[in-house]
């Protein structure tokens, strides 16, 4: 890590436009996973107006249901009922798209210790069945509209999973990513035989099924820091072709609001980057040529 005063110094001869090599079309995603906390829910709703008079695009915000243990401990916590949590879905859904984020365990009631949490793919894949299955009524039964839109908790994806959310009507994946942190093994090995750029959209169709997924990619995180060449530093890190197409991902509850603007404001300002909402995201990657990989 480097410390405060080593990056002031590199960053006074660094140039702020260096991301002007690249055409930046983004969005931005929160995996938004503390909705029963009244402040971070109060600053993730002000997050996103300013971010829309900022961008003229709208944030998305992938969420974990009201039904999984992790949240439903942090209600219990937090005295958030399971009416106030819908309220606060539906006050998010004005000013953000809503989508899914699944978080899944090997057992459901040990959701605290981390050896079970899904992460990879060393588990029977029935297992997933009962808790997808339980996160999609919810969304039903609480007219709650999940756009069709997925993002995956602890990045675990795999084809049994994009079979399933295909099947339940998924149309857009954002689990993808070529940043370090940011990938499982399912994911890293399909875009590396496939040769998929980092920020390249691609479909990913189960061998059996006519359905197929549009893959957006996430590129790095929103980063926590006053210096926002910290961000364009990062990003060139993992940039392997001009064309750059893809999401910056945050979580709601561990973040600067303040900075993560600062950079979008750099980024509009410096970089001549453009921000785009789930819909615009949808239709940019229908004009491009996009590769189909079979799963
Ligand atoms: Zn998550």
Not at 88 to 109: C, D, E, M, P, Q
Not at 124 to 132: G, K, N, R, Y
Request: charged share 20%; aromatic share 14%.
């Amino acid at each position: 890590m480097l410390t405060n005063l080593v990056k002031k110094s590199i960053y006074s001869v660094y140039s702020s436009k260096s991301l002007q090599a690249f055409d930046l079309n983004l969005g931005y995603i929160f995996h938004t996973e503390w909705l029963y906390h009244t402040a971070t829910f109060d600053q993730l709703l002000a997050f996103c107006k300013n971010y829309t008079s900022l961008t003229r695009a709208k944030v998305i915000c992938t969420i974990m249901t009201g039904v999984n243990p992790l949240v439903q401990a942090g209600m219990k916590k937090e005295n958030c009922s399971a009416e106030l949590f819908l309220e606060r879905v539906n006050k998010l859904s004005h000013v953000a798209t809503i989508g899914y984020h699944g978080h899944f365990w090997t057992n459901t009631h040990r959701f605290n210790e981390a050896a079970f949490a899904i992460h990879s793919n060393t588990f029977e894949p029935p297992l997933l069945q009962p808790q997808l299955g339980a996160d999609l009524n919810w969304f039903q039964q609480n007219k709650v509209e999940h756009n069709g839109i997925y993002a995956a908790g602890w990045w675990f994806t795999n084809s049994y999973l994009l079979e399933q959310l295909l099947q339940a009507n998924f149309t857009v994946d954002y689990s993808f990513s070529k940043a370090p942190y940011f990938y499982n093994a399912f994911s890293m090995k399909l875009m590396q035989e496939h040769n998929i750029k980092t920020g390249e959209a691609f479909f990913v169709r189960p061998k059996q099924s006519t359905k197929r997924m549009l893959c957006i990619q996430n590129l790095i995180g929103a980063h926590d820091s006053p210096f926002v060449l910290d961000f364009d530093r990062n990003l060139k890190k993992i940039l392997d072709s001009k064309n750059v197409y893809g999401v910056l991902n945050a979580h709601d509850y561990d973040r600067s609001f303040t900075y993560t603007l600062k950079c979008i404001e750099h980024l509009l300002k410096d970089a001549n980057a453009k921000f785009f909402g789930h819909t615009e995201l949808v239709e940019f990657a229908s004009m491009a040529q996009v590769k189909e990989i079979l799963i």
